[in-house]
């Protein structure tokens, strides 16, 4: 199958099931707020070794926020339950909390399972100080706590449910540059889709793993690069899947609430990418599908 | 004390002792290396909840780098040694060696005391394809990690030496607006000295802290806001800080590499501040000199 | 009349009749569009020293696109439609045209009344090179002009109506970063709002002014400042117009498609700044409803 | 000659003289006074079809403006001296005086070899309500204008001299988007180089021309595409000069204070675009040395 020119290969990409959370911080002004949603996604690339899998979903505007006031919607994810309410604690007690003019919001609303006592748990803050109170324009009760700021409103729960993390596809082009321009729009793309992220720095992935390794002297090793898809040792190794006209080669990594979400970012990365001159094939990430429940076909996006 | 008719307190900010790394990030473009220093200094405001402190330090234009391409140098930094390792481990390793286009270059150099074998720890993911290389222009061994993106470079060991963190000082204006604006520009003109970061949320914070608690059912809190600095609570807590004709308090928070870095940092910051209309007095936070060994008065900084 | 404890004053904003276009820029990334939608719309405040009025109204992402591409809608406003006309061949010509993967678009579609050959004309840079190509994508036949940087592709006609110039309201506070803020997060909620821009730098008016001048001395000046308006002259002028509390004063300009878009914008701006603390009163201008045959009056917005 | 195995081709980049306006632009913040720095340099690529060619040169800190605010340095370039001052008047007066926060200072100093009115003539804007006021703590006496949003402040007299335009340079890559990203880090070398603006959008050019026409049907046009510098056009037009290997083009044009800074901002960004993988030659626009005065060297700048 061919989309603009571009081969979209026959395959899958594998994906996990990871508990998410849907979180609205609001400031005063939309700067404001994105700087509290960056600084709290940080750090946050994959649970390899981050402590979290996060990312900002997307901007809402005064007119469609509880406060009237500008915001942004960001995911925090993590594979376990307990270490998610401690990730939203402390990324929200640090990062959000201690910012200038925050006011932080449930946003997984109907879609939640269950609810984490967030803002119930982080008005201990205010040493008795804090207190209740009715949002009338939005219709909630918050947590209001007196900081030198003013006071950070809070709600008191936090839904989260089971979501879908390690949604891929990579993107093969004739040199490093194209693959990084159409990686880039892939990027820019899928930030309009709802309810998903793109954990990884700038939401693209520069270097991809295999589980384990095949140098015995790195057996200490639990992941290592994955030399197959390595565009400088294509010729060098053997088995490598780098194609003989492609020289550059990113993988986007999408989380999401849902597979229908996840599957909607990567149509819409996939269909951005292959815009871009030099692409020359699209592909995905599984292993076999063994471990994942979850299987996203490319040619089933289209 | 006035500057700019705004008060200057005659007290001091407490710092602590804190290992530092300093690191440089180039990518290709200067967006690409901003993006990887964002995202391996994120979650990092601080170590009482963040797994560091860190922050961007500084651009470095293509002139001026090891391997002629723009970079930020950014600092990582925590009370403990073999934190701060694990810490810069999982933040290249995750934010940085991931992303497009990066090399990760030691800048602590001759400030150095110790070091860390980070490059040498983070190029066995190269599972025996990485090579040692001579960097020609720059005079460095590297070593090249082949990942999908191309080739990964990362000096072997990074310097580290004791710093100081908890610099800082206090704007108090007549209200929350002017007080963050104040906030802001100081963050702009501390951004251009060296040595230093910010590590707050932009480089502001909105809520202060005491040690404990006062209202004996919130026994279980280590620390709690400090309601003698809320301007919501003026009159209605017995010894509050916030003057009659002040209404918005905003921290600037400053680590850096040594004690003179991070007193030039106040005086930046100081200056530009006293310049925002409505600005009314700097005051800064500390123990009573019994916890940190450093004292930076504030008046001596002019 | 109060919203959020803020005074709405019973007064209107006085609008004029102005050419309106409605230009979509498209590019390989969102960066790259923006940047020639910034270029194309600068220099372009108010027509009253510069060549137009011109803003960005809104981003358009890849999936919402003639190209699949993402891109910026532009405005550009001019009383006469001769002279939209030249301004339009020479801001697409020099500023969009020879920036990087460009693509121009009409945005007015079936708003429009009369239609402009900009890209028509445009296309004979080409010197016979160009061709006629259908979008199969978007039904559309557009112009392709091979460039350096490949094939700037851009539509025939460029559809251009009557629409609404002056939309406006002044923003009084208690000092003048609250009114600051308020202006800036006024801006950023006006920018959700479609079909209008903000011509002035980032949205916001500083220097009000009035008709002709009051000191006989200079009377070569078609317009001075209107000292009525300065909180720096108040009680040093006679009929002075800001209130005793009020000490900094920002105007919202706002140009449209339409009136009833220009309202939007208006309502959607006073609602976002009444949420800053230290906003005392909104007013708006106009001149008594002799000159210009709109009339948008403020309490009617809500 | 090769400079990182790309070939510099034995040419030069021929300049022309133009008058050059250096103006520093201060403000509250640093975002404020980027944003009026944007917009009174917005519509300015070249003087083909743009009323002037004009870009920002840098930031400057607050520790070095001299109203201890920070501020940015901008550069308005015309070839007709008393055109200059028009678009210093109107650029600076509709674009700079109405926003927010803002001062303005000549920033050419010694440099100059005339003096324009400017702040003189702007200060009627004042309608007798404008002051003189010594700035102590810069030793310059400055215009004080009352607006809404408190005093404009601008110096009387604006430095210009005979500066250099057209300083240029080609990047040929074997794609597109390598060229781009290629031009992309060339203009953010350039930025670090004082006393030099890269005028065109995101100062890269995708357009090149020719003087007059081919094609006998387009004898009205005084410049058209240059379709030997087009890669879409390799193989289809006579005397092609794009090689085999190149199938992207970008130029970068500089203006320039002087010829050594000039210079300076070529070898820059020549320097930077060579480590781009993909980039195959460095060239440079001239004719023949015929009509512009400097003859800028490529070889020679290395």
Redesign the interface.
């Known amino acids: 199958m061919e989309l603009n020119g571009v081969v979209i290969e026959d395959t899958f990409a594998e994906g996990f099931s990871i508990w998410v959370s849907r979180v609205l911080i609001t400031a ?5 707020a994105k ?2 949603a ?9 649970v ?4 979290a899998e996060a990312g900002i979903e997307k901007y809402v ?3 469609e926020t509880p ?4 915001g942004y919607i960001i995911e925090i994810c993590h594979p376990k339950k307990a270490e998610l309410e401690h990730q939203l ?3 929200i ?10 006011a932080v919001f449930d946003a997984m609303g109907e879609d939640a399972t269950e609810q984490l006592k967030v803002g119930f748990k982080l008005k ?6 804090e207190k209740k109170v009715n949002c009338e324009e939005c219709g909630k009760t918050l947590y209001s ?8 409103l809070i709600e008191g729960n936090f839904g989260i449910k089971k979501g879908v993390a390690g949604g891929n596809f ?1 993107i093969m082009a ?12 892939a990027v ?2 899928i930030s ?1 889709v709802e309810k998903t992220i793109t954990p ?3 939401g ?5 793993s295999k589980v384990g ?3 015995p ?2 057996s ?2 639990a ?5 197959k ?5 294509k010729g060098k ?1 053997e088995g490598s899947e780098i194609p003989e006209d492609v020289n ?4 986007i990594v999408i989380d999401g609430v849902d597979e229908a979400s996840v599957k909607a970012a990567m149509k ?1 990365g996939i ?2 990418a292959v ?4 692409v020359k094939k699209i592909t995905a990430g599984n292993y076999g599908g063994k471990l994942g429940p979850f299987q996203m076909k490319l040619q089933e996006l289209f």
Chains 1, 2, 3, 4 share one sequence.
Do not use: H, W
């Open positions: 005063a002004t939309e700067r404001l700087a509290a960056t600084e709290a996604t940080g750090f946050a690339c994959s390899i070794m981050c402590p505007s005064p007119m406060d009237g006031r500008p604690l402390e990324r007690g640090q990062c959000v909390l201690t910012a200038p003019t925050t201990f803050f205010g040493d008795g100080y706590v007196p900081i030198m700021g003013g006071d950070f990579f004739e040199n490093n540059t194209a693959a990084l321009v159409a990686a880039e729009v820019d793309a309009m990884f720095t700038g693209i992935v520069a270097s991809g390794y095949t140098n002297k790195y200490f090793m992941a290592t690069t994955n030399e898809m390595c565009p400088t040792l190794v550059g080669v990113y993988e819409a269909s951005a815009k871009i001159p030099g």
